[in-house]
């Protein structure tokens, strides 16, 4: 299951998008945007994420 971010949490500070191992994390307008197909359901970007903006489905 894919990690999804809450737009309206995300406060686009980018911590999430070094730590990805499969580099599916991007920023569009601002805010971190996972690609479903890269995720590896890793979990490392909902532990670095400092708004908890992201969760897993």
């Known amino acids: 299951m894919p990690a999804i971010v809450d ?21 569009v307008d601002g805010k971190a945007v996972v690609n479903e197909d890269e995720c590896a359901d890793c979990n490392a970007c909902v532990d670095v994420c400092p708004s908890q903006a992201i969760s897993m489905k």
């Open 7 to 27: 737009a309206d949490k995300c406060e686009g500070c980018e911590d999430c998008v070094p730590v990805c191992p499969t580099e599916a994390i991007s920023m």
